[in-house]
């Protein structure tokens, strides 16, 4: 008959990402608060089909986590930048293991 335990249990195997799918953080100094680049960096990703977040920091810098395509990284930059308020003068960054659950991109501390 039916197994009524069974019911519940959630299959909990992550789904597959696209072959090549990378993670980084980027930790991102200059002129990148208070002149949209959050929004910017949302619009970007979605625009690119790539998942993540981004946040401001106390220290004024902005720390951007970005998964998806890398190829792709440079162009998501490209566009933050198309802005003359943006001004990024420094840049770190460090490969994180792929997110399988991760859907969509936000903009954290609103």
């Not at 249990?9 to 789904?15: H, I, L």
């Not at 953080?25 to 970007?44: L, T």
């Amino acid at each position: 008959m039916f197994n009524l335990l069974n019911l519940n249990k959630k299959d909990r195997t992550p789904p597959a990402l696209p072959e090549g799918t990378v993670r980084r953080r980027y930790s991102i100094e200059g002129q990148v608060q208070g002149v949209g680049f959050r929004y910017r960096a949302r619009y970007a990703a979605q625009t690119l089909e790539l998942t993540g977040w981004v946040e401001n920091e106390g220290d004024g810098s902005v720390t951007l986590e970005v998964q998806g395509d890398p190829e792709k990284f440079l162009r998501l930059f490209a566009m933050i930048q198309k802005s003359d308020y943006i001004q990024i003068t420094g840049i770190r960054q460090k490969d994180l293991p792929p997110d399988p659950w991760e859907r969509g991109f936000s903009v954290k501390g609103y």
